[in-house]
């Protein structure tokens, strides 16, 4: 989430800590940036990075990859494409299917 003008701080604290409480239920992280997210407002927020630049967004989320992909070898080939996973599973069924049948 990217703030870059807020208009009524108290509302947004209340709204950032539902949307984050919500986040955290669903197992997504938060990051958060903007300009006009100060160190001192940051202190009030919950979330698991704070980025200034796309660059390191970019990094952070590479760990996240690199970490589920550490927990989950089997995994690892299908966190690029998530939707990669259904289909190997088709294909090893069916090569197993292939090797009864012969």
Do not use: K
């Given at each position: 989430m990217s703030a870059s003008c807020i208009e009524s701080l108290p509302v947004f604290l209340e709204e950032?800590?539902?949307l984050q409480s919500?986040?955290?239920e669903a197992g997504?992280?938060?990051v958060v940036g903007?300009?006009?997210?100060?160190?001192?407002?940051?202190q009030q927020m919950n979330y698991s990075a704070f980025c200034d630049t796309l660059r390191q967004l970019v990094t952070f989320a590479a760990s996240l990859t690199f970490v589920k992909a550490a927990r989950?070898?089997?995994?690892e080939s299908n966190v690029a494409n998530p939707g990669l996973e259904s289909h190997q599973g088709r294909l090893c069924q069916s090569k197993s299917q292939k090797n009864k049948d012969s």
């Open positions: 950032y800590a539902h919500v986040a955290t997504v992280e938060v903007g300009r006009t997210l100060t160190p001192d407002l940051r989950n070898p089997e995994e």
